[in-house]
């Protein structure tokens, strides 16, 4: 891999100095107006305000615009920087880093995504390392990056479920022997995840809420009792199940499936 090169440049001029001072102003209007300059005028004074401000950004969208303007300067200077930032204790500057490495693309950047960030123990920066890592892994490395994901199965709220399920029916085939593996796990929760990630994996168009209820049907039913048994009608789950399937069911839920 080629070796990005750090430089260190600065510069004082009127003009960068009141953008610089405008990143940190209390209005986030004014804030979002500083970063769209920054980018509109990109120079390699504006990076390290730019990277420490992502870090400390309360506002949505004045992050995004922060790593767009982190995308308008050169990744030999910004890359290096950024890769800093992914062992910072603060989950905000972790996740903002691995956002923006995201709109980069550079696929230097994969060697960077570690199994610590994978597995992070914050939800935001998860999820994040997860999309970028299934944008930047080399295709001879998906198996490995698959091993990593897919013991995540069943971790979260619905929306952490769902960005792993997505994150894994991207990687595409390679799924399918550890996910179809994962379907048959102890933790109904974790079948149940499975189960609907390879019903996305098979049907892209199916809505996650409903592999979910599919899956769940199939780790109460079994395959074979929930082939012969029809599906309930949507805004109606479990009305043709027995009521243990029903009872197994409302466990399911109670955990959070």
């Not at 500057?93 to 709109?103: F, M, P, V």
């Not at 809505?207 to 029809?230: I, M, N």
């Amino acid at each position: 891999m080629q070796e990005v090169v750090p430089i260190n440049t600065t510069d004082g001029t009127p003009q960068n100095t009141r953008v610089t001072d405008a990143l940190s102003a209390k209005d986030s209007s004014v804030r979002l107006q500083a970063a769209l300059a920054a980018g509109s005028n990109p120079h390699p004074a504006y990076l390290e305000t730019l990277v420490e401000r992502c870090a400390v950004e309360p506002d949505f969208f004045v992050r995004d615009m922060l790593s767009w303007a982190l995308t308008r300067l050169s990744p030999e200077i910004t890359l290096p920087r950024i890769r800093r930032e992914l062992d910072s204790e603060r989950a905000q500057a972790r996740s903002q880093a691995l956002h923006t490495l995201s709109k980069i693309g550079d696929k230097r950047a994969w060697a960077w995504i570690t199994r610590d960030l994978l597995r992070d123990a914050d939800d935001v920066v998860a999820r994040t390392a997860w999309r970028v890592a299934v944008a930047l892994v080399p295709e001879d490395e998906k198996e490995d990056l698959v091993d990593e994901l897919v013991p995540q199965l069943g971790r979260g709220d619905r929306e952490m479920r769902l960005s792993l399920s997505r994150a894994l029916v991207d990687l595409g085939d390679v799924i399918k022997s550890a996910v179809r593996k994962a379907a048959a796990h102890p933790d109904p929760v974790v079948a149940a995840h499975a189960g609907a990630t390879e019903l996305l994996r098979q049907n892209p168009e199916t809505g996650f809420d409903a592999a979910v209820e599919e899956a769940k049907r199939v780790v109460v039913l079994g395959p074979e009792g929930a082939a012969a048994a029809p599906s309930a009608a949507p805004g109606a789950a479990g009305t043709t199940n027995t009521a243990d399937a029903m009872d197994a069911g409302n466990g399911m839920e109670a955990a959070g499936c």
